[in-house]
């Protein structure tokens, strides 16, 4: 135990001093500073269709469920003799 809190300030400065390592800056070599080969400038050359935009195609809905049904057609019934019974005129 006594060796671990020792140790932990050490590893701490190690661990710092190895990020600054890491994060100094370096020579950017990169392909525009010379080109490749000797003097010879060449730039990266891309060959690809360009791209194609479509519009999304329309949405069709359907159309509504018929929620609404007419109601059953009614007739008028004369009064007439049902048997031994009258019966007046009403709506079927």
């Not at 809190?5 to 190895?18: D, E, F, M, N, Y």
């Not at 060959?47 to 949405?59: L, M």
């Not at 469920?65 to 003799?81: G, K, N, T």
């Amino acid at each position: 135990m006594g060796l671990a809190k020792r140790l932990a300030p050490v590893a701490a400065v190690l661990g710092l001093a190895a990020v600054g390592v890491a994060a100094m800056p370096t020579d950017a070599n990169a392909w525009w500073r010379g080109g490749y080969g000797v003097g010879i400038w060449v730039p990266p050359v891309v060959v690809a269709p360009p791209p194609v935009y479509y519009a999304p195609p329309p949405v069709y809905y359907a159309p509504p469920p018929v929620a609404y049904y007419p109601p059953p057609r009614r007739f008028w019934v004369p009064p007439h003799w049902e048997g031994p019974y009258w019966v007046r005129g009403h709506w079927s």
